[in-house]
């Protein structure tokens, strides 16, 4: 399998993961998967009473053969899980972060 279809499937299987395992039944995981211009989105919606719910828990783009996390709202983060299944650090941009502060991190600036 060659590197960009791994990452395709790394990222989709996470977040597909995260989406499984749902805390609480009033809400739902919707998973949006754009495999052409390879964006994957992990969103929650729901309702508490009467407050809506709704919020990007996880959005990762892959773009020059690299992963760029531009949201994660996960404690355990998905750039951990990346590298544990064994992405290298300099495969991920974490776009969170502005690019004048990603020098600071292990991972990729761009």
Do not use: C
């Amino acid at each position: 399998m060659d590197t960009l279809a791994q990452y395709r499937q790394f990222i989709t299987q996470l977040l597909s993961d995260r989406a499984a395992n749902i805390w609480d039944k009033r809400v739902d995981a919707k998973l949006v998967f754009d495999r052409e211009r390879d964006r994957y989105l992990l969103i929650y919606v729901g309702w508490f009473d009467s407050t809506p719910l709704y919020g990007i828990v996880l959005h990762a783009e892959i773009i020059d053969s690299k992963i760029w996390i531009y949201q994660d709202g996960t404690e355990q983060g998905l750039a951990n899980q990346l590298v544990e299944l064994g992405v290298p650090k300099e495969k991920i941009v974490l776009a969170f972060h502005p690019p004048s502060l990603r020098k600071y991190t292990e991972f990729a600036v761009q």
